[in-house]
């Protein structure tokens, strides 16, 4: 299994730069078709006396002045893309949606790659009114999340696995195989397991660790304890600790209309690591 169609969203920021490189590199490593997508704002070169433009004229040279912003950004963006591409002699493509094009055009442009890739905080990359895990959840397509502190441009030697049995969890791992399969090292955490002794049996992390092994993963199960600390910042520490470079992880939440609601440790992992994270839902 590999990924065959992947996505990045970028930007003009140095940070979607970071992101694009590590979006090239993956593309290379599966073979793997890229598709860059920049979702263009709609005031790009906002200025504060824009709001005071009165009478068709002004507000027609406001306009006009944000399109031009606009395509001269597409232009930038898209040369730093094709620049990537070509050095890395990858299959690729670049697309622009205004950010006015809404939702669909989005959801449209994610739903047939088998992993997308965004940033942690904006700029992310997605339109001004989403964050990541809007897309995941509108989506269902696997996101690897990449902070902007991030600085290296390979991920996925040292793996951490968020398990806890769910079925979020077991997702999260089939659609990271790609990585687990090739990765040096592979590390299960599994938080307080005795909290959920019905889901894990007797052997906590003992069964996925055996399915991952098959898979040719080199994998280590490892049981914590929280001891009253958050889960997160368990999983948090010991992935620090082993140097790891990629979290897997499933997402738990639903949604209602557009108000997302994250479980409190996806959220909360979600916000303050330092490394990679790709998640499932």
């Given amino acids: 299994m590999a990924y065959k169609d992947i996505v990045v969203f970028v930007d003009p920021s140095p940070e979607s730069m970071h992101r ?36 068709e004229l002004a507000v027609c040279a406001v306009l006009e002045r944000h399109r031009l912003a606009g395509e001269r950004s597409v232009v930038q963006v898209g040369r730093q893309f094709a620049d990537l591409v070509k050095n890395d002699e990858i299959q690729a493509e670049f697309r622009q949606v205004w950010n006015a094009e809404g939702d669909r055009s989005i959801l449209v442009n994610s739903l047939y790659a088998d992993l997308a890739v965004v940033g942690q905080r904006a ?5 001004q009114n989403w964050l990541p895990k809007h ?18 441009d390979t991920i996925g030697k040292r793996i951490a696995i968020a398990w806890n049995a769910s079925k979020e969890a077991r997702r999260a791992i089939a659609d990271a195989l790609p990585f687990l399969s ?13 909290r959920h002794s019905d889901r894990h049996g007797e052997e906590p992390g003992a069964n996925i660790a055996l399915h991952l092994a098959r898979h040719g993963a080199v994998v280590e199960v490892e049981r914590l304890e929280s001891v009253g600390a958050p889960t997160a910042d368990v999983i948090l520490s010991a992935t620090k600790r082993d140097n790891a470079d990629l979290i897997v992880m499933g997402a738990h939440g639903h949604s209602r209309s557009r108000q997302l609601l994250f479980g409190s440790v996806t959220q909360a992992i979600l916000e303050n ?6 998640l499932s839902h």
């Fill in 182 to 194: 090739t990765a040096q090292a592979v590390k299960i955490f599994v938080v307080d397991a005795a």
């Fill in 273 to 278: 690591t330092a490394i990679p994270v790709l």
């Fill in 135 to 152: 897309l995941l959840l509108a989506s269902g397509v696997p996101m690897l999340v990449v902070p902007n502190c991030w600085t290296s």
């Fill in 123 to 127: 700029p992310h990359g997605l339109p």
């Fill in 20 to 55: 694009l490189r590590i979006a090239v590199d993956l593309a290379r490593r599966c073979s793997a078709h890229l598709i860059g997508v920049y979702v263009v704002s709609g005031n790009i070169d906002d200025r504060p006396s824009d709001g005071f433009a009165r009478g």
